[in-house]
């Protein structure tokens, strides 16, 4: 006949268990922690396009083919745009551009134009291309700025080159007293908030 274990024996037992019973919990505790702790949530890490830089926001204006420029965008319609950018009451009648290499040794470099006339003395403003790798010419808002400004008497103000880059402006008159100032500026809103029509031209 076999004997049934006492209540005196199960609480022997039990005392035994609860030690191994405790030391179990214990490791599963901290392996959840382990595993929490090594897929953090998404929510606290750093957004992934945080670094990313600002996209590029150079609008398509010209091609060069052939040492020529083909516009796409037709000049007349980059008019108001100049007009509005002087901000002075310049009238601009004329856009254009313009190719610089008065060294031969570098890649040229290419400036969009614009030319007018304030209250009888002229004014004139250009703006850096960005040239891509098929000769496509781009105009960036984060272009820089030059503007000349004849003083009285002086009829043309030309933008002066040193590495393919504008540097400053000179009178067409060489006396004294016929000057023209040279301004620049970083940026530019020129084809900001414009609508162009991209339809080549000659």
Request: proline share 4%; charged share 20%.
């Amino acid at each position: 006949m076999t004997r049934k274990p006492s209540a005196g024996s199960w609480h022997v037992v039990l005392t035994c268990l609860r030690p191994l019973l405790a030391l179990t919990l214990l490791v599963l505790l901290a392996v959840g922690c382990t595993r929490r702790e090594s897929f953090p949530e998404e929510s606290e890490g750093e957004p992934l396009d945080a670094e990313a830089p600002p996209a590029y926001d150079g609008q398509l204006l010209a091609q060069v083919v052939f040492d020529s420029v083909d516009y796409i965008v037709p000049r007349q319609e980059l008019m108001q745009p100049f007009i509005k950018e002087f901000g002075n009451g310049t009238v601009v009648d004329k856009v254009m551009i313009h190719k610089v290499q008065d060294n031969k040794d570098i890649a040229a470099t290419y400036y969009l134009v614009g030319l007018g006339i304030r209250n009888g003395s002229f004014r004139s403003m250009a703006l850096e291309l960005d040239v891509a790798s098929d000769n496509s010419l781009y105009l960036s808002s984060k272009a820089g700025k030059h503007m000349c400004e004849a003083s009285a008497g002086c009829e043309f103000c030309y933008f002066t080159f040193a590495d393919n880059k504008i540097v400053g402006c000179q009178c067409s008159t060489r006396a004294a007293g016929y000057n023209c100032t040279h301004k620049f500026q970083e940026g530019n809103s020129l084809l900001k908030g414009a609508r162009l029509n991209r339809t080549r031209v000659d």
